[in-house]
């Protein structure tokens, strides 16, 4: 499979046409946006006795930020705060093409391997993971 | 034509990527082999302040920058002292709101601009107007995205103090008629601020024959080096305002309590300036004089000519100024976030830009996330057109696969 091929797997694309979770409810949110580009992306998690019961989210960009939106979602709904954050660790190694261990705990979101070969796109594809770190970290933004 | 096969060996960047095809000069031209030895040259051989010293070596850097200031002088056909050295186009255009404007304007009053701008051409004015209590006024752009007269006429009434227009669309390509703008303005007593950044790479700039009040350009945009552009001012209204900054260089005489100021357009300028890089744009400017407006323009309109021709045939596509006056193509591939477009392009090593291009309102009248937008200059040739327009068919052709009845 070329690089390019390997960037735009039919699951991302699949997720950015037909994105799951997407739609604000009011939960505790984190706006982030990357100005250059346009990527502008809103995540909200519903977070219950350290377990994370839902994510949503909402925003507009390329294919690889609206769809890493989703499938982080789909990957992380149902994990306890600490296995969350855990897996949004290994996330960013993958990005940066670093060996990980079980990476099997990234599930779905293992198909984003190939972006580590496109620097330019690292950006887009972690910025909604790094809106739930922030959350997860206790940060977020005003109603 | 120009050889381009010869003429890319001035820059030596194509040593080191032989590959690439550059088409963001919008953004930033490349930069030939003779400027960069000239600035080596001023760092090798005379390396030293200017103004400053009395010996030998701060006579030759002085002589030398000021040559460079007088080659900037004539290159828009204005006066050694109408020429202002700053950063670049922003910083420029900022130093005329926050000198000329926030002297003269007043409340009530208007500052006309348009849509087509780049963000450095209206932010200065928008936050002006914010404190001044005036009103920003934007022209009403026709149905292609241009400035006309006729729309302008309809903006323009006796509350109208400032202009402030872009003379080359960078998203759009288009020439603004400045020189009626201009006139028009002046008849009701309206200074007009040009924005030349796109311009002076294309065709001869005269402040003169334009009769323009302000104008800026950066030297980046046309072969010369980063960190330092142009702001040409009328010498009346130079000698009307006030620095901005004050400190080294740009004082007569310093008493406890009291200073006064050199005349333009040192009082402009204060503190060690970028020596070098003025030296190098005026090297830029010589290499412009040597190839000649009249040879560049028929090689960017060659050019042209031909992309335009090759993606009329491509199926896919929307091209948002098919009568651009420069080349400057601004598009997308249909359904395709231009970023992710950019990523097949860079794949090909095809440089172009996705996005605003820092000019979003022209992005959102033209109701669009972002586009591509590609530019050509004198090291491009019909090959790179070809490689281009491969890469747009790659793209509309690769984002294809992901179209089918599973998908919305
Ligand atoms: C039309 C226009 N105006 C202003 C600018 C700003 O130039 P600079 O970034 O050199 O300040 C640019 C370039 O980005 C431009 O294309």
Redesign the interface.
Known sequence: MN??QN??R?VI??HY??PRNKGLKGYPHVHLKNP????DITIEANVVDGVIKEIRHNG?????CCSSASVLTEVLQGKTVEEAKEIIEKYFSLMKGEKITDEDVLEEALVYEGVSQ?P??IK?ATISWKALEKLLNGEQDEQ | MFDVLKLRKMFPIYENHPDLVYLDTGATSLKPQCVLDKMNEYYQEYGVNIHRGVYHLSYLATNAYDEARQKCADFLNASFEEIVFKRNVSEALNFIALTYGEEYLQEGDVVITSELEHHSSILPWMKLCERKKASLRYVKLDSEGRITIDNFKKALDSKVKIVALTYVSNVLGYITPIKEIINLSHKIGAKVIVDAAQAVAHFKVDVKDLDADFLAFSSHKMMGPTGIGVLYGKKEILKKIQPLEYGGDMNDEVCLDSVTIKEIPYCFETGTPAIAEAIGLGRAIDLINELGYDNIKSHCESLKKYALEKLKDIEGITLYNPHCDLPILAFNINNV????AA??F??ANVCLR???HCAQLITKWLKV??TLRATFYIYNDYHDVDRFVESVKECVA??KQ?EGD???
Do not use: V, W
């Not at chain 1, 507009?60 to 690889?64: D, L, M, T, V």
């Not at chain 2, 976030?337 to 992710?340: A, G, K, N, Q, S």
């Open positions: 690089n390019i960037l735009y039919q694309m699949d046409k037909n250059s580009c346009g990527d507009s960009g390329c294919s690889i496109f330019a796109r887009c | 976030h231009p970023h992710d990523t097949i860079d794949e996705a996005g605003h996330l972002g690769f984002f992901f599973n998908y919305e």
